[in-house]
């Protein structure tokens, strides 16, 4: 449910937002890297997000929060479960069994924006209280695969009451 991003995937996805005449390869701020995937490569590695931030930054290829939130988890290292890059911090926290342990550290390290922690703690507290996903879906891009079909729209409009996203009215 909760996703602690990497220097990895904020530099490299989002250079797609940029044109990529404006990345040249080899990038010696990134350890020569030749290529994006020689790049992601390196990024991916814990002790290398800062400089993949700072790069970033440089480029303007993420936003203040964005790099505010890189920056803070290079400085932590690990996250919860122990994941060092945004793959394995995503298949971590995105398994809804994490919730908990995930949002939890979010709140204490402030790097996760505001608007989709109070999102989470909904579901969260939902949960807390007995509620179950619809469809018995784990994670949220599942959940809204989920509740895009209108056969599922009575059992997701009851967790969405029951989360509080939406009142019974």
């Known amino acids: 449910m909760v996703v602690v991003l990497s220097a990895s995937f904020l530099v490299f996805s989002l250079t797609l937002a940029t044109p990529?005449?404006?990345?040249?390869?080899?990038?010696?701020?990134?350890?020569?890297?030749a290529s994006?995937?020689?790049?992601?490569?390196?990024c991916d590695k814990p002790e290398n997000i800062l400089a993949c931030v700072n790069f970033a930054e440089k480029h303007n290829l993420m936003s203040e929060e964005e790099i505010r939130i890189?920056?803070?988890?290079?400085?932590?290292?690990?996250?919860p479960g122990g994941c060092v890059s945004q793959e394995s911090?995503?298949?971590?926290?995105d398994n809804v069994n994490?919730?908990?342990?995930?949002?939890?550290?979010?709140?204490?390290?402030?790097?996760?924006?505001?608007?989709?922690?109070?999102?989470a703690k909904k579901v969260?507290?939902?949960?807390?209280?007995?509620?179950?996903?619809?469809?018995e879906c784990t994670n949220?891009?599942?959940?809204?695969?989920?509740?895009?079909?209108?056969?599922?729209m009575e059992e997701c409009i009851t967790f969405a009451e029951a989360a509080g996203f939406i009142?019974?009215?």
């Open 98 to 119: 994490n919730i908990n342990e995930c949002l939890a550290f979010a709140e204490e390290h402030e790097i996760m924006p505001k608007d989709e922690l109070e999102e």
């Open 89 to 93: 911090c995503e298949n971590y926290c």
């Open 140 to 152: 949220k891009d599942e959940c809204e695969a989920y509740c895009e079909d209108q056969n599922h």
């Open 167 to 169: 009142s019974s009215e």
């Open 36 to 42: 994006e995937t020689e790049c992601r490569a390196y």
């Open 20 to 33: 990529k005449d404006d990345i040249v390869f080899p990038v010696a701020e990134l350890n020569n890297c």
């Open 124 to 135: 969260q507290a939902a949960l807390a209280k007995g509620a179950t996903l619809p469809g």
């Open 70 to 79: 890189a920056k803070k988890f290079g400085s932590i290292g690990k996250g």
